[in-house]
């Protein structure tokens, strides 16, 4: 008999031998994944607990648990080197180790994934995601959970051998314009020391950019931008030489100037050399609190013209860091005008200027009745 057109199902007792011998399968099948689920956990509560309480064998459990995890996605990692997921999970694992094992053990781990890491990047030595991951398992190994001793000379020397394999490198430029504050400090440098030492990275930044391979390259550049704001920011700035007095600074920025212009000669098409000849040109007019001179106004027109020339997708995109002063606007003017564009508000700028000298030297022949 039906019930609002669904049929009744046959009682247990009606029930074929066949299904419910198919029924008791299916139940035990279900009460043994149940035990093993339940053993599973009964298993990682144990190994992977309270790290304050050891069990025995429970460091060769999780260390065994966590190299397997290490091994298993080492490859992923080659294959897939810019996937940000694999390099955090690759971190939890051996964060994991910090946690849950003794230290000893723990820094093998890291020591361990250092030498990886090294070898990735002579496979891939611009690989920012290699260079940021290098950063941090230094800074794990140095760290107090594992204590190791400071690795900043080791990592420096690093960078360099990295740079003289591959002048473009810039993850290395990079890498090294952050560890050089700490290793003078630790060296406990003299300002004689530091002063060498700045001298010898302009010599290799300059080796750098005259080198026929390299000239345009943006990382280089970059490079010689960074050793230069040690000389451009003001007195009291975090610096390779803090005590450079301001005449120092403007001495090493005039003989850059020089070598910068040298530059010109057979790097007519660089922008990066007018660029910088613009910034620095006028940094040094900053420093010495004064209007450009009239060669250097010239100076700097050219540069813009060339600017213009070699970069013309960014005319109005880049500013420039330092405006070029006009008599005619107050310091407190200058500051709330903002940065002048590079192409066209610096361009007026100059023409500013250039009038106001030539109204100056008027006046003075005037006066002496030419």
């Given at each position: 008999?039906?019930?609002?057109?669904?049929?009744?199902?046959?009682?247990?007792?009606?029930?074929?031998?066949?299904?419910?011998?198919?029924?008791?399968?299916?139940?035990?099948?279900?009460?043994?994944?149940?035990?093993?689920?339940?053993?599973?956990?009964?298993?990682?509560?144990?190994?992977?607990?309270?790290?304050?309480?050891?069990?025995?064998?429970?460091?060769?459990?999780?260390?065994?648990?966590?190299?397997?995890?290490?091994d298993f996605i080492f490859p992923l990692m080659l294959g897939w080197p810019k996937c940000?997921?694999?390099?955090?999970?690759?971190?939890?694992?051996?964060?994991?180790?910090?946690?849950?094992?003794?230290?000893?053990?723990?820094?093998?781990?890291?020591?361990?994934?250092?030498?990886?890491?090294?070898?990735?990047?002579?496979?891939?030595?611009?690989?920012?995601?290699?260079?940021?991951?290098?950063?941090?398992?230094?800074?794990?190994?140095?760290g107090p959970n594992l204590n190791s001793p400071s690795m900043v000379e080791s990592e420096?020397?690093?960078?360099?051998?990295?740079?003289?394999?591959?002048?473009?490198?810039?993850?290395?430029?990079?890498?090294?314009?952050?560890?050089?504050?700490?290793?003078?400090?630790?060296?406990?440098?003299?300002?004689?020391?530091?002063?060498?030492?700045?001298?010898?990275?302009?010599?290799?930044?300059?080796?750098?950019?005259?080198?026929?391979?390299?000239?345009?390259?943006?990382?280089?550049?970059?490079?010689?931008?960074?050793?230069?704001?040690?000389?451009t920011e003001s007195v009291g700035h975090a610096s390779i030489a803090p005590d450079f007095?301001?005449?120092?600074?403007?001495?090493?920025?005039?003989?850059?100037?020089?070598?910068?212009?040298?530059?010109?000669?057979?790097?007519?098409?660089?922008?990066?050399?007018?660029?910088?000849?613009?910034?620095?040109?006028?940094?040094?007019?900053?420093?010495?609190?004064?209007?450009?001179?009239?060669?250097?106004?010239?100076?700097?027109?050219?540069?813009?013209?060339?600017?213009?020339?070699?970069?013309?997708?960014?005319?109005?995109?880049?500013?420039?860091?330092?405006?070029?002063?006009?008599?005619?606007?107050?310091?407190?003017?200058?500051?709330?005008?903002?940065?002048?564009?590079?192409?066209?508000?610096?361009?007026?700028?100059?023409?500013?200027?250039?009038?106001?000298?030539?109204?100056?030297?008027?006046?003075?022949?005037?006066?002496?009745?030419?």
């Amino acid at each position: 008999m039906a019930s609002h057109g669904i049929p009744r199902v046959a009682t247990t007792e009606q029930k074929s031998i066949a299904v419910q011998e198919k029924e008791r399968k299916d139940i035990e099948e279900y009460k043994a994944l149940v035990q093993l689920i339940e053993l599973k956990a009964e298993v990682l509560t144990t190994t992977l607990g309270d790290p304050h309480h050891p069990t025995p064998g429970k460091n060769s459990t999780i260390l065994d648990l966590i190299q397997a995890d290490l091994d298993f996605i080492f490859p992923l990692m080659l294959g897939w080197p810019k996937c940000y997921w694999i390099w955090n999970y690759r971190l939890w694992l051996l964060k994991q180790a910090n946690d849950r094992l003794t230290a000893d053990i723990a820094r093998g781990l890291w020591q361990r994934e250092l030498v990886l890491v090294g070898k990735m990047l002579t496979r891939d030595s611009r690989n920012f995601h290699g260079w940021g991951y290098r950063r941090t398992v230094v800074s794990q190994l140095e760290g107090p959970n594992l204590n190791s001793p400071s690795m900043v000379e080791s990592e420096f020397a690093y960078t360099t051998r990295m740079i003289n394999a591959e002048l473009k490198n810039f993850s290395a430029w990079h890498n090294r314009s952050k560890l050089i504050l700490r290793m003078l400090k630790e060296r406990q440098a003299t300002a004689i020391e530091r002063r060498q030492f700045l001298d010898d990275e302009f010599d290799l930044i300059t080796k750098a950019m005259w080198n026929d391979a390299y000239p345009y390259d943006q990382s280089v550049w970059f490079y010689h931008q960074f050793l230069m704001s040690n000389l451009t920011e003001s007195v009291g700035h975090a610096s390779i030489a803090p005590d450079f007095s301001r005449e120092d600074r403007i001495e090493y920025i005039k003989k850059q100037l020089v070598n910068l212009k040298d530059f010109l000669d057979g790097g007519e098409d660089c922008k990066w050399v007018y660029d910088a000849l613009f910034e620095y040109t006028l940094a040094v007019c900053e420093m010495e609190e004064r209007l450009p001179e009239r060669d250097e106004i010239q100076d700097c027109k050219a540069w813009l013209s060339e600017l213009r020339k070699l970069d013309p997708m960014r005319a109005g995109l880049k500013p420039s860091k330092y405006p070029i002063p006009c008599a005619s606007k107050s310091n407190e003017e200058q500051r709330v005008s903002g940065p002048y564009d590079i192409h066209e508000k610096a361009e007026a700028g100059v023409e500013e200027c250039e009038k106001q000298q030539e109204e100056r030297s008027g006046r003075c022949f005037a006066e002496a009745g030419v």
